[in-house]
């Protein structure tokens, strides 16, 4: 069964970090690249970027750069979101999603992340 | 950025009636290289990550009822329902792939009259 498993919900303080997994089964991990998608409360979708699953190599949507860190463990087909100093507006689902030749077609379960002071 | 625009907000029909979605993008999403729109649309229950239910603009994901379809070339796009069932009642969102960033629509929330 094709399936992207996600690490559970987190619950952090402002500037701490968190990094959410996101675990592929079912197919060839090399074969698609992963994207992550964040979703605030009551929000829509917001794209936040991909990593090569061939090469590791990530790319950042602009709102993206610098305290997010995608990342890769292929010996366990796993890809990884790291979060740095964390703020309140950071609150959200952040979902991982494969990307076939045409749209996202295999979607994480999404891991909630809650900022609070 | 290409930027999504769906309308309306939200909708409510009636079980068993037709409805639809509209999904206008800033830019052509057709490649003219492969004649194919770079257009998705999502179906997303409360508490579930969004479900691919069409890619190229038409094509529906295997498993979609065919009540759901597809139309629209270039920057104007619809999702159908033929016949509204309460299991539909969801937020939808189209989805631009042909550059990145890749973007969404603000979503369309469906509900039952």
């Known amino acids: 069964q094709v399936q992207l498993v996600q690490s559970g919900s987190e619950l952090k303080k402002p500037g701490a970090s968190v990094k959410v997994s996101c675990k592929a089964s079912g197919y060839t991990f090399s074969d698609y690249i992963l994207n992550w998608v964040r979703q605030a409360p009551g929000q829509g979708l917001e794209w936040m970027g991909w990593i090569n699953t061939k090469t590791a190599n990530p790319t950042y949507a602009q709102d993206f750069t610098g305290r997010f860190v995608f990342s890769l463990d292929t010996s366990v087909s796993t890809s990884y979101l790291h979060i740095n100093s964390l703020k309140v507006e950071d609150t959200a689902v952040y979902y991982c999603a494969r990307e076939k030749r045409g749209g996202f077609d295999i979607w994480g379960q999404g891991t909630m992340v809650t900022v609070y002071s | ?113």
């Open chain 2, 1 to 113: 950025d290409i930027v999504m625009t769906q309308s309306p907000d939200s909708l409510a029909v009636s079980l068993g009636e037709r409805a639809s979605i509209s999904c206008k993008s800033s830019q052509s999403l057709l490649y003219n290289s492969n004649n194919k729109n770079y257009l998705a649309w999502y179906q997303q229950k409360p508490g579930q990550p969004p479900k691919l239910l069409i890619y190229w603009a038409s094509t529906r994901e295997s498993g979609v009822p065919d009540r759901f379809s597809g139309s629209g070339s270039g920057t104007d796009f619809t999702l159908s329902f033929s016949s509204l069932q309460a299991e539909d009642v969801a937020v939808y969102y189209c989805q631009q792939y042909l550059s990145k960033p890749s973007t969404f629509g603000q979503g369309t929330k469906l509900e039952i009259k």
